[in-house]
């Protein structure tokens, strides 16, 4: 069997460390050479390369663009920082690392409330999201269908029918009777009439 072998020799890919062209130089992150070197490129595409190989996070977490600092917090590094950039796309990339979702939960920005759901956490704040793209995710986690099943939004109330179908219950009725951990109204009666 063959042993595979990258691209290029060492000399060859010492020449194209320099190329004029940025999507050359992002080929040769992908080989991991040079990293050394492009961690300081020009070009942000190169640099988010650089990052997702897991190199020079300590530098390049505090990159001008927001790209580089995403690739970043999906290595998991520099959270503690990340979690108050000032873009949601970073915020929301913290998220999806679990981590102080406790403080996230409460994000200006919906796409990070929305990624704080997709952890399954804090649902029963979420349930009552002001965006609806946040209820959905709700919704299609299995919490609070008896609250959501009347949403105002149509796309909720499909994303609760869908998980119903899926999970092979009839109606919200029969769904209530084995989730009670999840229904909307179980404990606080002020919330609304039980259905």
């Keep these: 069997m063959a042993e595979f072998k990258p691209y290029g020799t060492d000399k060859e890919l010492d020449k194209l460390v320099d190329s004029e062209d940025y999507e050359v130089r992002m080929a040769v992150v992908g080989q991991g050479y040079g990293l050394d070197k492009l961690v300081n490129d020009e070009d942000y595409h190169v ?10 996070l300590d530098k390049l977490v505090d990159d001008e663009h927001y790209w580089v600092r995403l690739a970043v917090a999906n290595q998991g590094y520099g959270l503690d920082e990340l979690i108050n950039d000032e873009s949601a796309n970073v915020r929301m990339e913290v998220a999806k690392q679990s981590y102080e ?11 990070v409330r929305e990624a704080v759901a997709e952890q399954g956490y804090s649902l029963d704040k979420l349930v009552n999201d002001e965006e609806s793209a946040v209820r959905y995710v709700v919704a299609k986690q299995g919490y ?21 179908k899926e ?10 009777k084995d989730n009670p951990d999840k229904t909307y109204y179980k404990d606080d009666k002020s919330k609304g009439e039980e259905r």
């Design 101 to 111: 979702l406790d403080k996230l939960v409460n994000d200006k920005h919906w796409l």
């Design 47 to 56: 640099r988010y390369e650089v990052a997702k190989q897991g190199y020079g």
């Design 144 to 164: 609070g269908l008896d609250k959501l099943v009347d949403d105002e939004n149509v796309v909720v109330r499909c994303a609760v029918k869908e998980y119903l």
């Design 167 to 176: 999970n092979k219950y009839k109606n919200v009725d029969e769904w209530k």
